[in-house]
């Protein structure tokens, strides 16, 4: 923490905290008046909290990807453009290593790994898009750290410090252990029968194993060392995300395993629910999912869960699906957040949800390019406006970056294109951070609208380190204080250079 403290020391300095805490704010900067480069390089200085909704598997840009088939010596498959573990001897199998050489395949693999070619071999957004990580999945989780790393710092090169990246820990493992046993219709005598059947060794190894990832993404951003990366400036936390698609009884065990985690290992904080929402499975067994969550988590009293809910349009889904998904995510899963949530003003009693979800502050985890590009919405389609003028407080996140080729800041840039202002792009930000699933106190008596400080913090909020007392007392002991205070630093700087209103 003193590390923080004297960083954002560092950067107040360059502006002077006088500056920064004395006299009339300047006018918010006008976004609809910037050119796009302004916007641009704007967004990307801005300090945006955190990123709620992150797949790091799928935060890779294609380029990376090809590098590492190569050192690990993998194969591509030329007819399907898609990795292949070794030997490369069989019919159509190449080395990667040859796709440098060949410039219509390397070109085509970076469009089989991205969605920047719009309607590659004919195939929808949507339908090219998750068939992406089938063609990827030979890269395997040796390259979790990599993932991670990488990451890590391209966030703080957009002076973005913190990260809750969704992870499969243990999940081939955990299915296997869910299918052994079987679906119950009893789901406490299902959950006695996985802990049986070996459970505890599976949490075990998923602290083994984030053990490892941490590790080696501290290696790769020299973290410690002289030639530290800024990166190694970033707090990660992890959520278990679990697979919709599976058999039920193999979605169970994960979801087990996931809470289990979070009660064993503090870098683990929530559980999520991925996949294609759509896909026949997940449709027809979403209700059962739900109960499911909310039986496991106490309906988020064990572990607290953000769930992609509502990631549906009338092109992937009949008029019944789109009536209740988010409803049932947080009325009966218990749900502290919604990812995507696109389909809510489909929802029966939509207006009564959102107004629900702005009372009882549910935030959604706003994907911008994801949507344009899977589902096909424009900017006057989205939900985006509608919920935030019911009050749902909303944060922007990337979902999968380096597979649509955005970053964060990319997100906040597009966001003027969807009528949103400088003060909604520092919303999102502080929303980023205040429905966090990060442990302890927040900053702010009022989230969502950040107009009262914690009590103890009164006047101090923006300054490089808080005063000596129940402020210091309350930032050192609460890891959520504590990013938030160094996200407010950084935003008093900012501010100060760039104009805005505290």
Same mark, same amino acid.
């Given at each position: 923490?003193?590390?923080?403290?004297?960083?954002?020391?560092?950067?107040?300095?360059?502006?002077?905290?006088?500056?920064?805490?004395?006299?009339?704010?300047?006018?918010?900067?006008?976004?609809?008046?910037?050119?796009?480069?302004?916007?641009?390089?704007?967004?990307?200085?801005?300090?945006?909290?955190?990123?709620?909704?992150?797949?790091?598997?799928?935060?890779?840009?294609?380029?990376?990807?090809?590098? %590492?088939?190569?050192?690990?010596?993998?194969?591509?498959?030329?007819?399907?453009?898609?990795?292949?573990?070794?030997?490369?001897?069989?019919?159509?199998?190449?080395?990667?290593?040859?796709?440098?050489?060949?410039?219509?395949?390397?070109?085509?693999?970076?469009?089989?790994?991205?969605?920047?070619?719009?309607?590659?071999?004919?195939?929808?957004?949507?339908?090219?898009?998750?068939?992406?990580?089938?063609?990827?999945?030979?890269?395997?989780?040796?390259?979790?750290?990599?993932?991670?790393?990488?990451?890590?710092?391209?966030?703080?090169?957009?002076?973005?410090?913190?990260?809750?990246?969704?992870?499969?820990?243990?999940?081939?493992?955990?299915?296997?252990?869910?299918?052994?046993?079987?679906?119950?219709?009893?789901?406490?005598?299902?959950?006695?029968?996985?802990?049986?059947?070996?459970?505890?060794?599976?949490?075990?190894?998923? =602290?083994?194993?984030?053990?490892?990832?941490?590790?080696?993404?501290?290696?790769?951003?020299?973290?410690?060392?002289?030639?530290?990366?800024?990166?190694?400036?970033?707090?990660?936390? !992890?959520?278990?995300?679990?697979?919709?698609?599976?058999?039920?009884?193999?979605?169970?065990?994960?979801?087990?395993?996931?809470?289990?985690?979070?009660?064993?290992?503090?870098? %683990?904080?929530?559980?999520?629910?991925?996949?294609?929402?759509?896909?026949?499975?997940?449709?027809?067994?979403?209700?059962?999912?739900?109960?499911?969550?909310?039986?496991?988590?106490?309906?988020?009293?064990?572990?607290?869960?953000?769930?992609?809910?509502?990631?549906?349009?009338?092109? !992937?889904?009949?008029?019944?699906?789109?009536?209740?998904? =988010?409803?049932?995510?947080?009325?009966?899963?218990?749900?502290?957040?919604?990812?995507?949530?696109?389909?809510?003003?489909?929802?029966?009693?939509?207006?009564?949800?959102?107004?629900?979800?702005?009372?009882?502050?549910?935030?959604?985890?706003?994907?911008?390019?994801?949507?344009?590009?899977?589902?096909?919405?424009?900017?006057?389609?989205?939900? !985006?406006?509608?919920?935030?003028?019911?009050?749902?407080?909303?944060?922007?996140?990337?979902?999968?970056?380096?597979?649509?080729? =955005?970053?964060?800041?990319?997100? !906040?840039?597009?966001?003027?294109?969807?009528?949103?202002?400088?003060?909604?792009?520092?919303?999102?930000?502080?929303?980023?951070?205040?429905?966090?699933?990060?442990?302890?106190?927040?900053?702010?008596?009022?989230?969502?609208?950040?107009?009262?400080?914690?009590?103890?913090?009164?006047?101090?909020?923006?300054?490089?380190?808080?005063?000596?007392?129940?402020?210091?007392?309350?930032?050192?002991?609460?890891?959520?204080?504590?990013?938030?205070?160094?996200?407010?630093?950084?935003?008093?700087?900012?501010?100060?250079?760039?104009?805005?209103?505290?």
């Amino acid at each position: 923490m003193t590390r923080m403290f004297a960083a954002c020391a560092r950067l107040l300095g360059a502006v002077g905290v006088a500056a920064v805490l004395a006299g009339p704010a300047m006018a918010a900067p006008d976004l609809a008046g910037m050119t796009k480069g302004e916007r641009i390089a704007f967004t990307k200085a801005m300090p945006k909290g955190g990123e709620l909704h992150n797949h790091i598997a799928g935060a890779i840009f294609p380029e990376t990807l090809l590098a %590492w088939a190569a050192e690990d010596g993998l194969c591509v498959d030329v007819a399907e453009l898609a990795l292949a573990p070794p030997p490369c001897a069989g019919e159509g199998l190449r080395p990667a290593a040859e796709a440098f050489a060949d410039e219509g395949l390397y070109s085509g693999l970076l469009d089989s790994f991205s969605t920047r070619h719009e309607g590659f071999r004919d195939r929808s957004g949507h339908d090219q898009f998750f068939g992406v990580f089938g063609r990827i999945g030979a890269i395997g989780p040796q390259r979790s750290g990599d993932m991670l790393a990488l990451v890590m710092d391209d966030l703080a090169h957009q002076n973005t410090f913190y990260l809750e990246a969704m992870v499969t820990p243990q999940g081939q493992a955990a299915a296997a252990l869910g299918i052994k046993v079987g679906l119950r219709e009893d789901l406490a005598e299902m959950k006695a029968a996985v802990d049986q059947a070996g459970l505890g060794a599976l949490v075990s190894a998923a =602290i083994a194993g984030t053990d490892a990832m941490e590790a080696r993404a501290r290696q790769v951003l020299a973290c410690g060392t002289p030639q530290a990366r800024p990166g190694c400036q970033v707090t990660v936390r !992890y959520l278990v995300q679990t697979i919709r698609t599976l058999p039920p009884e193999a979605t169970f065990a994960q979801l087990q395993l996931g809470v289990a985690l979070v009660q064993a290992d503090r870098r %683990w904080v929530g559980l999520q629910m991925v996949a294609p929402e759509d896909h026949p499975a997940a449709l027809a067994n979403y209700p059962l999912h739900m109960e499911m969550v909310g039986f496991l988590t106490g309906r988020g009293q064990l572990a607290p869960a953000a769930l992609h809910a509502g990631e549906l349009t009338f092109d !992937y889904a009949p008029p019944e699906h789109l009536r209740d998904h =988010i409803a049932q995510a947080l009325r009966v899963a218990g749900a502290r957040r919604i990812g995507h949530g696109v389909d809510l003003p489909h929802e029966i009693g939509a207006e009564a949800l959102a107004a629900d979800m702005a009372e009882r502050g549910v935030l959604v985890e706003v994907n911008l390019t994801s949507n344009a590009v899977i589902l096909d919405l424009a900017p006057d389609e989205h939900p !985006y406006a509608w919920l935030r003028q019911r009050g749902v407080p909303v944060s922007l996140s990337t979902d999968d970056a380096g597979l649509l080729r =955005i970053d964060l800041s990319h997100e !906040y840039e597009r966001a003027e294109a969807y009528g949103a202002t400088y003060e909604d792009l520092k919303r999102s930000a502080r929303n980023a951070l205040a429905f966090s699933f990060l442990a302890g106190e927040g900053l702010w008596a009022d989230p969502g609208t950040y107009r009262r400080p914690h009590a103890a913090c009164r006047g101090q909020v923006g300054r490089a380190e808080p005063r000596p007392g129940a402020c210091a007392d309350l930032v050192a002991a609460s890891d959520k204080a504590r990013e938030q205070w160094r996200h407010e630093a950084l935003l008093a700087a900012f501010e100060a250079e760039h104009g805005g209103r505290r």
